[in-house]
């Protein structure tokens, strides 16, 4: 059996930026997903397609078909009385923020004064992304799963 659409995989994975420095990993914690319903970056997911169980492999993903390019327009500067009832804002905070396209996630990257500069963009746009993956594990997935249309129990959402 080998991975492709409605087949729930585990992973195990280190993945670092383009220096070579760790931004994240499993660490024995083994990552459930379901493969074909873009539960993973396009790039991973493309990657992982048609491998096996005990499959070792290194990948380094496009920006674009990881978390995208970084798009200038959604960093802007906004009025300090934009975050109501916030007493001390930081940069780095994050916050969800409405917008005509729906609701997405910005960090506050900058403070002068009453403005503050936030950012729309994944904190990982832009890059590209190395990742070392061994294949641990693959089944068929679940009615609940497919309906869900993600992993359910250990690596996956608990629920």
Do not use: C, W
């Not at 674009?64 to 200038?72: E, F, L, Q």
């Not at 959604?74 to 975050?83: D, E």
């Amino acid at each position: 059996m080998s991975i492709q659409k409605d087949k729930v995989a585990l992973i195990e994975y280190v993945l670092t930026d383009e220096t070579g420095e760790q931004i994240d990993a499993s660490n024995g914690n083994p990552l459930a997903y379901l493969h074909g319903h873009n539960n993973l970056i396009p790039g991973l997911e493309s990657e992982l397609e048609g491998k096996n169980v005990s499959d070792k492999f290194k990948a380094t993903i496009a920006a674009a078909d990881a978390y995208g390019d970084r798009v200038d327009a959604l960093v802007q500067t906004v009025p300090s009385s934009m975050f109501q009832g916030v007493d001390n804002l930081e940069v780095g905070m994050r916050f969800e923020a409405q917008s005509e396209q729906g609701m997405h996630s910005v960090e506050i990257t900058a403070i002068d004064g009453d403005q503050v500069t936030v950012d729309g963009n994944h904190p990982l746009a832009g890059m590209d992304l190395t990742f070392d993956v061994e294949v641990i594990g693959l089944r068929d997935a679940t009615e609940d799963e497919l309906a869900h249309g993600h992993a359910h129990g250990d690596g996956g959402v608990q629920h």
